[in-house]
């Protein structure tokens, strides 16, 4: 079992940086690959960033490639989105999620959620 819990959203002008950051609870943290989703409202779901249990592989939706970047911490059983040159189009709901297994880019694939953190960016 994996319990996440996500930080660091808030509201921002575009153009500007935020830090989410991912809070996981469990021994076997570090065999969990990690991924980034988001929800706008009335919006699907959709794959943000991901990263492999070591933190040697990463992937990023060609939407935020150039902005976002995905990284991990086992030793903290920690992961984190460095977000800059933020767009009004990335307010939504950011989840994080973990697979214990290969990294994949389907929500469907992960069993475990965290319970969403707010990030608006104003024009």
């Known amino acids: 079992q994996v319990q996440l819990v996500e930080s660091g959203g808030g509201l921002v002008q575009a153009g500007g940086s935020l830090r989410l950051s991912c809070a996981a609870s469990?021994?076997?943290?570090?065999?969990?690959?990690m991924c980034w989703f988001r929800q706008a409202p009335g919006k699907a779901r959709e794959f943000v960033a991901g990263?492999?249990?070591?933190?040697?592989?990463?992937d990023n939706a060609d939407s935020v490639k150039g902005r976002f970047t995905i990284s991990r911490d086992n030793g903290k059983n920690m992961v984190y989105l460095q977000m800059s040159s933020l767009k009004p189009e990335d307010t939504a709901v950011y989840y994080c999620s973990a697979r214990d297994g290969v990294f994949a880019r389907r929500g469907d694939d992960y069993a475990y959620w965290g319970q969403g953190t707010q990030v608006t960016v104003s024009t």
């Open positions: 990263i492999s249990w070591s933190g040697g592989t990463t």
């Open positions: 469990g021994r076997t943290f570090s065999s969990y690959a």
